[in-house]
Nanobody, 121 residues
Framework: QVQLVESGGGLVQAGGSLRLSCAAS????????MRWYRQAPGKQRELVAV???????SHADSVKGRFTISRDNAKNTVYLQMNSLKPDDTGVYSC???????????????WGQGTQVTVSS
């Protein structure tokens, strides 16, 4: 069982910055895909950013130029650097990872518990 633990959420004023972290633990061989999602109150969950094992990444248009996803393979950790935050960025941010495990089943899909980000105007 691969578990993800998130940290870094909080309350920030518009224009401010936050850095989210999501660390995976367990019998991990490799992590192919790491994603950040967010869900605002009353809205559907939205894919914010994704990064692959080779390092290629993409970001939603709504955050492009302001947010940056990165990963540390040695630490099995994904980060989301969020700059120039806006009130519309408010929501619960969750990480997701897909990869291979030493346990059975040999592949895992895991979600973090979610962390609240609130941006005040």
């Amino acid at each position: 069982q691969v578990q993800l633990v998130e940290s870094g959420g909080g309350l920030v004023q518009a224009g401010g910055s936050l850095r989210l972290s999501c660390a995976a633990s367990g019998s991990i061989i490799s992590i192919d895909v790491m994603r950040w999602y967010r869900q605002a109150p009353g809205k559907q969950r939205e894919l914010v950013a994704v990064i692959f094992s080779g390092g290629s990444a993409s970001h939603a248009d709504s955050v492009k130029g302001r947010f940056t996803i990165s990963r540390d393979n040695a630490k099995n950790t994904v980060y989301l650097q969020m700059n120039s935050l806006k009130p519309d960025d408010t929501g619960v941010y969750s990480c997701y990872m897909y990869g291979s495990s030493r346990n059975s089943p040999s592949y895992f899909n895991s979600w973090g518990q979610g962390t609240q980000v609130t941006v005040s105007s």
